[in-house]
């Protein structure tokens, strides 16, 4: 159905040694500012870790390159696969308008890929859960660049198809975003997501 959960995948000692190690580091948000966590201000409604932060991150590259990831990765993809991205990502409850990524969207990244998500903190329905509307990467990707409406997706692919992602820090899964998701926008609560793509 495009999406697949990865239980146990993620210890909760690895969410805490990374958690330990971004406790300082530097932000930027997509205008090109650069701040830490604690000076977050509510018109920021995303904010990324810098490559080389995400890179050093422990346990991080043993992660993306785990075999339970590499080998579901292969399988899915019908051969070798390569890392193409990676990143790390605060969404924050904000009263700023909702990004692109915080829209019902397909990626246009590739041909074919799929991507691990791990949640590094609670997430619920008011946290800015990941939703994925499961059959619809099997549908043509043609108009992929664009926004689709909750009312459009549910007349297509059905209410049920609509899956929030819940979990608590550690939840990993891994997805077909050239299928139709989002991430929706914290409420009250802010989000960090590791995503790699494959």
């Not at 990865?6 to 040694?17: N, R, T, Y």
Request: positive net charge; glycine residues 10%.
């Amino acid at each position: 159905n495009g999406l697949v959960p990865l239980p146990g995948l993620v210890s909760q000692d690895s969410v805490k040694a990374i958690l330990a190690y971004l406790k300082d580091k530097e932000l930027r948000t997509p205008s090109g500012r650069t701040l830490r966590l604690q000076d977050v201000t509510p018109d920021i409604a995303t904010a990324d870790y810098p490559l080389q932060t995400v890179l050093s991150c422990p346990g991080i590259l043993e992660l993306i390159n785990s075999e339970p990831v590499l080998g579901l990765a292969g399988t899915y993809l019908g051969c070798r696969p390569t890392l193409s991205s990676i990143g790390l990502r605060w969404s924050f409850p904000s009263n700023s308008d909702a990004c692109d990524v915080q829209r019902f969207h397909r990626d246009p990244d590739d041909w074919r890929f799929v991507k691990l998500f791990v949640y590094l903190t609670n997430v619920d329905h008011d946290s800015g859960p990941h939703v994925y509307v499961r059959g619809s990467h099997r549908r043509a990707r043609g108009i992929r660049a664009r926004a689709y409406t909750l009312g459009k997706i549910e007349a297509q692919y059905g209410r049920a198809s609509v899956t929030p992602v819940i979990g608590k820090t550690g939840t990993a899964f891994m997805a077909d975003t050239g299928g139709i998701h989002m991430g929706i926008p914290p409420r009250n609560r802010r989000r960090l997501l590791l995503a790699a793509q494959y």
